[in-house]
């Protein structure tokens, strides 16, 4: 359980003065601040995710990522697992920016912002 605290407390300072906007995709689940899942559906999200085309739209709001082809340009890393059990955070990508926001704000309000 002290594990568990410790790990949360962990994520919750790594993304205390992060802005998510800038996203790079670890190799290995260890080099990730974030493990995500992908949903196959927007409800069962805790964010509804946008991909930018360039880095400066993605600091408007958490929900837009900007993937960065290195981790030193990257805000967040993030490690996509195979099962939703095993993810931190569970993203749809979603079709327009407009549709991107925070489904599950009690979970991670704030820790993004």
Do not use: H
Request: glycine share 2%; net charge positive.
């Amino acid at each position: 359980m002290k594990k568990i605290i410790f790990a949360f407390l962990l994520v919750f300072i790594a993304f205390a003065n992060a802005n998510a906007g800038n996203v790079f995709v670890a190799k290995y689940d260890y080099q990730a601040d974030v493990k995500v899942f992908i949903v196959k559906y927007d409800y069962q999200a805790d964010l509804l995710v946008y991909r930018v085309k360039y880095d400066y739209q993605a600091s408007k709001k958490d929900a837009l990522w900007y993937f960065t082809n290195y981790d030193y340009q990257s805000k967040v890393k993030i490690y996509y697992t195979d099962y939703d059990y095993q993810a931190d955070l569970k993203i749809y990508f979603v079709d327009n920016d407009y549709q991107a926001k925070w489904v599950n704000k009690g979970k991670w309000c704030g820790m993004f912002l």
